[in-house]
């Protein structure tokens, strides 16, 4: 029988030294409680969780964590990661990559900078095959922070991977809940 893990980030305020003097705390006061309440629903299933807030929430922590997962676990085990914060959205550097049909990409905000969904998606794509995943971001902008989900202006409870190329690539199985359609705030 597979194991459960979780990655939980909750992130209540930002380094405003690193954003442009933005603190990020209007609308994320209860981001590090929701983590806490995911953390011991999670824990009382027998999840092993590891807890990132604020100041730990950092690009390079959430990515090695991640990783970590990624490498770790192994067909039957279940990974949870929850987000908490804000998101947001960058022009699509890639001129080569027509994955965005806004040419926006998708970010969550880490307290030193934000993570695209470009680097997720290389992340989501090293798992292996059997591990289940659920990824929830309680954030703007999150309708598409997964890649290659699709863009629909209808609400619809199961969102297909449409890239037949990433369907190819994707050995684990992910399920993806965003709290918000990218674009809005």
Known sequence: MGKGFALLVGLK???P?????????????????????IERILVNQGFQATVLKTAEATHSNILNALRYAASSLKAGDIFA????????QQPDFMSSDTDELDGMDETLVAFDRDIIDDDLNEIWLSFREGVRIVMLSDS????????????FDAPSPVVPILDKG??????????HYGGCRDGFE
């Open 13 to 15: 305020k930002i380094n």
């Open 17 to 37: 030294n690193l954003h442009n003097g933005w603190t990020g705390e209007n609308g994320c006061w209860g981001c590090e409680l929701d983590v806490d309440n």
């Open 81 to 88: 990661f929850y987000y908490s914060g804000h998101g947001g």
């Open 140 to 151: 703007c902008n999150s309708g598409t922070n997964y890649k290659f989900a699709g863009n």
């Open 166 to 175: 990433i369907q190819e690539q994707m050995k684990a199985q992910l399920i």
